[in-house]
């Protein structure tokens, strides 16, 4: 699986928007960038995944950059409960069912 | 919205202990995994679980563990004889699809002290 690059921590003022970045300049046409967060010490959460359009859900969105090498999940408007560790995890399907989590960004929103 | 449900939350067991730790997974995912994470450090794959055997484990899955889905709803991963280094947090993940193309729903997790 491709390796990627975080920031170690970053800050987002209550209500703006949070863009957390990751690198991943070694990913391959078939590997896929997925997001997940990791609230204080409760299990991973799912927040998104796409290959290389840019995807929007509920949650966030995903903007990948057209040669793949890096990506953007946003958080439109950042609360207090977005206080968390974000993984991006960059893997290839059917190589085997596990996510590798690095030590991903840790992300505090401020009041 | 549907919950991977985990049990016991948290679990004081003596060194050489045999624990067990409980998963309910989502009624209709097909995929079970067991995931850990050592306090303050990353999350940890140990082994994912499909059609009632285990389809892939990592170096940390030793002979020591072991999985077991005993009816059609619990998901259980046993530790045989606990170590001080087997504590950690353990978190049950079911998933309605066996590729990466399906994200995982985690459980809130089973905090296991060994003593």
């Known amino acids: 699986d491709a390796k990627t690059t975080q920031p170690t921590s970053m800050d987002c003022a209550e209500g703006r928007a949070a863009n957390l970045p990751c690198n991943h300049s070694?990913?391959?046409?078939?590997?896929?960038v997925y997001w997940y967060r990791q609230i204080h010490s409760q299990g991973p959460q799912y927040i998104i995944h796409?290959?290389?359009n840019n995807e929007t859900n509920e949650m966030a969105s995903l903007i990948i950059t057209e040669d793949r090498k890096s990506s953007t999940l946003i958080l439109p408007h950042a609360t207090l409960r977005d206080t968390a560790v974000y993984y991006c995890?960059?893997?290839?399907?059917?190589?085997?069912?596990?996510?590798?989590f690095g030590t991903g960004t840790s992300l505090t929103v401020i009041p | 919205e549907p919950e991977v449900t985990q049990t016991p939350s948290h679990q004081v067991t003596q060194m050489g202990q045999e624990v067990i730790l409980r998963c309910v997974p989502i009624?209709?995912?097909?995929?079970f995994y067991w995931y850990r994470q050592i306090l303050g450090q990353k999350v940890e794959f140990l082994v994912s679980?499909?059609?009632?055997?285990?389809?892939?484990k990592s170096e940390i899955f030793d002979d020591q563990f072991s999985v077991e889905r005993p009816d059609g709803s619990n998901f259980t991963l046993k530790i045989r004889s606990t170590k001080l280094e087997d504590s950690a947090m353990y978190f049950c993940?079911?998933?309605?699809?066996?590729?990466?193309?399906?994200?995982?729903?985690f459980g809130s997790g089973t905090r296991l002290t060994v003593v």
């Open positions: 679980f499909y059609n009632n055997e285990i389809s892939e």
């Open positions: 993940a079911s998933s309605e699809g066996g590729t990466a193309l399906y994200g995982y729903t």
């Open positions: 796409g290959l290389k």
């Open positions: 070694t990913i391959s046409g078939n590997e896929y």
């Open positions: 995890i960059v893997r290839v399907p059917n190589t085997g069912n596990q996510f590798y």
């Open positions: 009624s209709n995912h097909l995929y």
